[in-house]
C-alpha cells in the first residue's frame, strides 16, 4: 500500500546504508577485515532477508541502491518472504510485485548477469507457488515473452530467453529446485502440470524463434549470440527428464538423478514432436551453425535426444516406423553432404548410438530395406573414419580424445545389432563387420601394409614416445574397444581369423630374421647394438597389437564363472572340420620353432589351432633369442603379451569341460582335451616357458607377475594341475622355491606370494596320499623348518634386525599369504593347522619387531588373509582358536601402539595401514556370521574332541573387543582418510546390523567413543559411504 511504501522510504536510507557498508566487508579480500567483522556482516544479511513483509522496502533498495550484491540480497528477500507469507498476501499484490520484478529488469538492459539471474529465479518461484493454489498461470507470461520476442530487439530477446530459462530450471528438477520450503510431493507436481502444457508452449515458441533464424542469410554477431541462447534452451526442453505419474518421494529423487536422459515425452507432445517440420528444423538449424563448435554441441544433443524419443507418444507402430525412417533420411542427408568435423564426432555417434539403442529393432527393420542398408552403410563408413582418427589421437596423445569417445559410442551399437539373432539373420552384418575389423587392423599396424603413426597427409609421426611408469597396459586401457572388435571378428570368423593367421606368422618370421641379423652383427662386431632399432620397434608394435586382438577374438574375458569357447569360434572349426588333416594340425602345434608354412599341407590345418600355434612361435623365437643372450633386443611388453594371451587361452581351451557344449569341434578336442598327447605337451611346454621368464624376466615386475598368473591359471583347475604335476620341471621349480635360492628369491614379493598360491593348489589338486606327501616334504616343511631355525636360535632378539634375517622373515610372512590365498574347502583342512603354528609365532615376532613398522604391517596382512580365506570354513571350535589368535594379536598391537608416541607424517601414515588392515580382519571375522560353509566342523570330522559345546564367544565379542583397541588408536586425523573411514564405518555398521543388542551391553567408555565416531562421521566427512546412515 502507499503509506507502507512511505513508511519504507522514510526508514530506507538508514537500512540501505547499512546493508550497502556490510556488503561491502563481505566483498573485502580477507587479509582486510577479520572474521568477526565478516560474521557481522553476513548476520545483518540475514536478519534483513526474515525481516516480515519486506516487499516496499526492497522495492525501494532495488530502484535507489547501486551496490550489485545488495541488489541480489533484496532480489532473494523477495523470493523467500512471497513464499513465506503467500497465504497472507493479496492476490493483486503477488501479482503487482511479479509485474514490478519483470518490468525492473526489462527496463535495466545492463544489470549484473547474477542480479538479473536471481531477479528472475524470484518470477519463477512465485509462479510456481501460484500454480499450487492456480492463483497464478504461466500463459500471461508466455504472452508477455512472446511479445518480447516480436519486438526484434536483441537485448529484449535475450531478456525473454532468460526469462523462459528460469521459468524451466525451476520447474525441471525436485531436488535442484529453489529452497522455499516446499515438499518434494509439491514440486514432484508442480513439475507433471508444468511438462503437460507450459512446457509445450516454451518449445513452440523457441521453435519459432529457431525457425526465424534460421531463414536469414548472414546474422550479426548480436543476433547470433541470441539464436546460440534459444538453441540451448531448446536442448534443455529436449532434455527433459519427464516425471511419470505416481511416484514416490523416493523414486523421483532417484529418477531425477540419472543421466543420459532419453526423452520420453507425455501423450499430450504428439502433434508438438511428430511433426516432422520440427526434425527437419533442426537438422537445418545444424547445417547453418556446424563452424560454430559451441552452437554444433547444442543441435547435435537436441538432435541426439530426438533420436531418442520413445514411449506414450507414439500412438502405434506405424507412427514410430515413419518417424525413424524420416528421421534417418534427413541424418543421411546431413552426413552425406558434408566432412564432418572434430566437433561434431561425439554429437553423431550418439544421434547413431541412440536411434539403435532406443528404438525396438523390429521397429528398425520394418523401416524400407534399401534405407535400413544406406543408414548401415554410413554406420560403417562413420565406425571406420573414426577409428582412424581416434587412432591418431592416441598417437599425437591428445587431452581431448573425442573421436575416440565417438568410436567407443558407434561399437557399442554394433555390438548391439550384431549380437540380436532374432532380427538379422547371422550373415547380416558379416560385411560391415570385416570393414570394421579390417580398418582397426590397418590403424594398429605399422606402414605399409598399416597407417599406424601416419598423420592424415601420409607424414609418419614418430615422436620418441615417453611411456610413463604408471601408464594402463593397453589390455586394458582398451578393453571395451578390443572387446568389441573380438566381437566383429567372431561374427566375420571367415574373413578374420586367416587374416590374423597370416599376419601374425608374418610378422613373427620377420621378428626372428631380425634378431638372427643382429646376432650376427653382434658375433662379427661385438660392440652395444643399435637398441633404437625402429624396424624392431615397429614389429614389436605390431605383434603387440595382433596379440590383442587374438586374444580378445578367441576368448572372453570372464571374471569367477567358467569361460565357454565363443559359439562363433566353436561353429567355424567345427564347419571346416571335414578339411582338416588332425596330424598335420597337431605338427604345426606341436612345432614352434618351425614356420607354419615350410610345415607339408600346412594348409589342412584348423585356423583356431593354427592362430594359437602363431602365438607360441612368437614365444619360442623370444624363448631362443633370450638363449642366445640377445634379451635386451627383446621387448617386455610382448613377453607380457604372450602370457595374457596365453592365460586367457588356457582358461577357455585348455582340457574344456565337453559337457558345457551341445557340439564341439573335433580338432580342438583331439588337440587340447583330457587324455590327449596334444594337452600334456601344451601344459610342458607353458609349464618351461614360466619356469624359463621368472628366470630371465626378474627385473621386469609386471612381466614376473603375468607369468606368475598364468602358472596359477594352470593349476586352479584340478584336472589342469594333475598334469602339471606329472611335468618333472614342475618339482625342480617347487624345490626351487622352498630352498630360497637364486634366481626366484629375487623376485618381487608380490610375485612370490602368487607363486607360492600356485605351488599350494597344485600340491593338493592330486588326490592320492604320495604326491600329497612328497609335496609337504619338499615344500612345506622346508618352509617351516627354516622359520623355526631363524627364530629359536638363541641370540634372536639380537640379530633379527640383520638384514638377511629380515629377509628370511619376510619372505615366509609373504609365502604365509599366499598359502592362505590357496584355500579351498578340500585343503582347508591341512592348510589351517599348518597356519595356525604360524599364527602364534608370529604373535612373538610382533613383539620382536614392533619398532619396524613394514614387517608388523605384513604380519597383520598374514591374519587378515588367513580370515579372509578361511574364516567361512571354520566349525566352532576351529573358529575360536582363530578368534583367540586375533585377539592377541590386537592386545599386543594395542599395547605397542598406545606406548609409542607418533608425530610425524610418516608415522601416521604407517598407523594408517595398520588399521585399515586391522579393521579389514575384524570386518573377515565378521563375515563368519552370514557365509559359514563348516556345516558344524563337517569338514574336519574326526579331527578334533568335540568340547566345544561349552563355549560361547561370538565373532561379535572379538570384533568389538577388536573395536575398544582400534578406536583409542583412530585419531581424528586419521579419519580423514577416505578409504580409511570407510573402511570403519563398513565395520560399524556390521556390528550393529549383525548384533545390535551388543551395542548397549558395551563398556560406557567404549560406548561414548564409537557414539562420537559416529557424530563425527554424520558432521565433518562428506566422503563417507552412504550406506552407513541405516544405522
Known sequence: SPSETMMAAHHAPEVIAQLESAAKVLMAPPSMVSHEQRQHAEHIFLSFRKSKSPFAICKHILETSKVDYVLFQAATTIMEAVVREWVLLEKNSIESLRTFLLTYVLQRPNLQKYV????????????????????????????????????????????????????????????????IGLSMEFHGSCKRNFQEDDLRQIFVLTVEVLQEFSRRENLSAQMSSVFQRYLALANQVLSWNFLPPNLGRHY????????????????????????????????????????????????????????????????????????????????????????????????????????????????????????????????????????????????LDKDDMVYMEAYDKLLESWLTLVQDNKHFHKEFFTQHAVQVFNSYIQCHLAAPEGTRNLTTNGVATREEEEISEVQEDDRDLFSDQLAGIGMLGRIAAENCIPLLISLLEDRVTRLHGQLQRQQQRFLSSPGPASLANKFLDDLYEDIHWLILVTGYLLADDTQGETPLIPPEVMEYSIKHATEVDINTTLQILGSPGEKASSIPGCNQTDSVIRLLAAVLRASEVESRATRANLTELLSPQMGKDIMWFLKRWTKTYLLADEKLYDQISLPLSAAFGVDTEGAQWIVGYLLEKVISNLTVWIAEHDLANDTVQLLVTLVERRERANLVIKCENWWNLAKQYASRSP????????????????????????????????????????????????INQENFQQICQEEEVKQEIIATLEA??????????????????????????????????????????????????????????????????????????????????LGRKRSDVAAEEEQYQDLLLIM????????????????????????????????????????????????????????????????????????????????????????????????????????????????
Open 116 to 179: 538479473r539471474e536471481q531477479i528472475l529465479l524470484a518470477v519463477a518461484v512465485i509462479v510456481k507457488r501460484g500454480s499450487l493454489d492456480k492463483t497464478i498461470v504461466c500463459n500471461s507470461i508466455f504472452h508477455e515473452v512472446s511479445h518480447l520476442i516480436s519486438s526484434g530487439n536483441p537485448v529484449v530477446q535475450t531478456l525473454a530467453c532468460s526469462i523462459l530459462t528460469a521459468l524451466l530450471t525451476e520447474f525441471s528438477s525436485s531436488t535442484k529446485t529453489s529452497n
Open 252 to 395: 523421483i529423487a532417484m529418477f531425477e538423478s540419472s543421466q543420459n536422459v532419453m526423452l520420453k515425452p507425455t501423450e499430450s507432445w504428439r502433434d508438438t514432436l511428430l511433426d516432422s517440420r520440427v526434425m527437419d528444423l533442426f537438422f537445418t538449424v545444424h547445417r547453418k551453425i556446424r563452424e560454430d563448435s559451441d552452437m554444433a554441441q547444442d543441435s547435435l544433443q537436441c538432435l541426439a535426444q530426438l533420436a531418442s524419443i520413445h514411449g506414450p507418444i507414439f500412438p502405434d507402430e506405424r507412427a514410430q516406423i515413419d518417424y525413424l525412417a524420416h528421421f534417418i533420411e534427413g541424418l543421411l542427408n546431413m552426413i552425406n553432404g558434408i566432412e564432418i568435423e572434430d566437433s561434431e564426432a561425439v554429437g553423431i555417434s550418439n544421434i547413431m548410438s541412440n536411434l539403435i539403442s532406443e528404438f525396438p529393432r523390429s521397429i528398425l527393420t520394418a523401416i524400407p530395406s534399401e534405407l535400413f542398408s544406406s543408414f548401415i552403410n554410413c554406420l560403417t563408413h562413420i565406425t571406420c573414419s573414426f577409428g582412424r582418427s581416434a587412432a591418431l589421437e592416441e598417437v
Open 816 to 897: 604365509l599369504c599366499g598359502i592362505a590365498e590357496a584355500t579351498q574347502i578340500d585343503n582347508v583342512v591341512i592348510l589351517f593347522t599348518f597356519l595356525m603354528d604360524f599364527l602364534n609365532n608370529c604373535i612373538g615376532l610382533m613383539e620382536i619387531y614392533k619398532n619396524t613398522p613394514e614387517t608388523i604391517n605384513l604380519i597383520i596382512e598374514v591374519f587378515v588373509e588367513v580370515a579372509h580365506k578361511q574364516i567361512c570354513y571354520l566349525g566352532e571350535s576351529k573358529a575360536m582358536k582363530l578368534y583367540e589368535a586375533c585377539l592377541t594379536l590386537l592386545q599386543v598391537y594395542s599395547k605397542n601402539s
Open 920 to 1031: 579389514e580382519l575384524l570386518t573377515n571375522l565378521l563375515s563368519k556370521e552370514f557365509i559359514d560353509f563348516s556345516d558344524t566342523d563337517e569338514v574336519f570330522r574326526g579331527q578334533e574332541p568335540g568340547q566345544s559345546g561349552n563355549r560361547s564367544v561370538s565373532a561379535a565379542d572379538v570384533v568389538l573387543y577388536g573395536v575398544n583397541i582400534v578406536l583409542p588408536l583412530m585419531s581424528q586425523d586419521l579419519l580423514k582418510f577416505p578409504s580409511l573411514c570407510n573402511q570403519y564405518y563398513k565395520l560399524i555398521t556390521f556390528i550393529c546390523e549383525i548384533f545390535p543388542e551388543k551395542i548397549p551391553q558395551l563398556p560406557e567408555e567404549l560406548f561414548k567413543s564409537l557414539m562420537y565416531s559416529l557424530e563425527l562421521g554424520m558432521t565433518s566427512y562428506p566422503f563417507t559411504d552412504d550406506r552407513w546412515f541405516g544405522l
Open 743 to 790: 634366481p626366484l628369491n629375487c623376485l618381487p614379493s608380490s610375485v612370490q606370494r602368487t607363486l607360492m598360491k600356485a605351488l599350494v593348489l597344485a600340491g593338493f589338486a592330486h588326490v592320492d596320499s604320495e604326491t600329497k606327501q612328497k609335496y609337504w616334504t619338499e615344500v612345506l616343511q622346508p618352509l617351516q623348518q627354516r622359520f623355526l631355525n631363524v
